[in-house]
């Protein structure tokens, strides 16, 4: 495998800002970029210490399969441009009908994820025909709030939960396909 793409969506998803397509082989040194940054070590639920073969896997064999169908998560690169390098990465988990995202530090600050939640969720919408899709983001984790709100999420408060085995507040979301559910709450402040 050279750069190409590997087992995924045929066709880009097309954001106002992002295209939502398949990981590729020449995705692998972003993926490890992005990982091994201190925000990713404390948010994600990737391994600690990230490792380049951590990245292959993901890449080369996670991600396709979620294609396959062999397990329920959908994974997207996001890019700015068709041609161009990994952004970040989307996910939609069919069975708790929940997002998760990470985006490259080089791509931080410019909108890209709020967009690229939006394009993902309204595939949910139109394609998949979720009443709703979840989101939820460790105490803290202020830049996954402030997507999550951007994208038009409706906040729904805290509840326990673990992070590598130890127990952690999480902030949870929903937006469903019609309407605001009767348990929203207004967001946190997010300064």
Same mark, same amino acid.
């Given at each position: 495998m050279t750069g190409g793409s590997l087992a995924g969506p045929s066709l880009p998803v097309v954001g106002g800002k992002v295209l939502l397509t398949a990981l590729r082989e020449a995705d692998v040194d972003r993926v490890v970029e992005a990982c091994t940054t201190p925000e990713a070590e404390r948010w994600l639920e990737t391994p600690v210490p990230y490792r380049r073969a951590d990245a292959e896997s993901f890449v080369?064999?996670?991600?396709?399969?979620?294609?396959?169908?062999?397990? +329920?998560?959908?994974?997207?690169?996001?890019?700015?441009?068709?041609?161009?390098?990994?952004?970040?990465?989307i996910g939609l988990r069919e069975g708790s009908r929940e997002v998760g995202f990470w985006l490259h530090p080089a791509a931080q600050g410019r909108g890209l994820m709020a967009d690229?939640?939006?394009?993902?969720?309204?595939?949910? +919408? &139109?394609?998949?025909?979720?009443?709703?899709?979840?989101?939820?983001?460790? +105490?803290?984790?202020?830049?996954s709030?402030?997507?999550?709100?951007?994208?038009?999420?409706?906040?729904?408060?805290?509840?326990?939960?673990?992070?590598? &085995?130890?127990?952690?507040?999480?902030?949870?979301?929903?937006?469903?396909?019609?309407?605001?559910p009767a348990d929203a709450l207004p967001w946190p402040d997010l300064g």
């Open positions: 080369r064999e996670f991600a396709p399969a979620g294609w396959r169908g062999e397990h +329920d998560e959908r994974v997207w690169a996001i890019r700015e441009s068709l041609g161009g390098p990994l952004a970040g990465v690229a939640v939006r394009t993902a969720v309204g595939h949910a +919408d &139109g394609c998949l025909t979720w009443p709703e899709v979840r989101w939820a983001c460790y +105490d803290g984790n202020v830049a709030m402030r997507v999550a709100r951007a994208a038009g999420f409706h906040y729904l408060g805290t509840r326990e939960g673990l992070h590598r &085995g130890v127990p952690e507040l999480q902030h949870h979301a929903v937006r469903p396909a019609h309407g605001e």
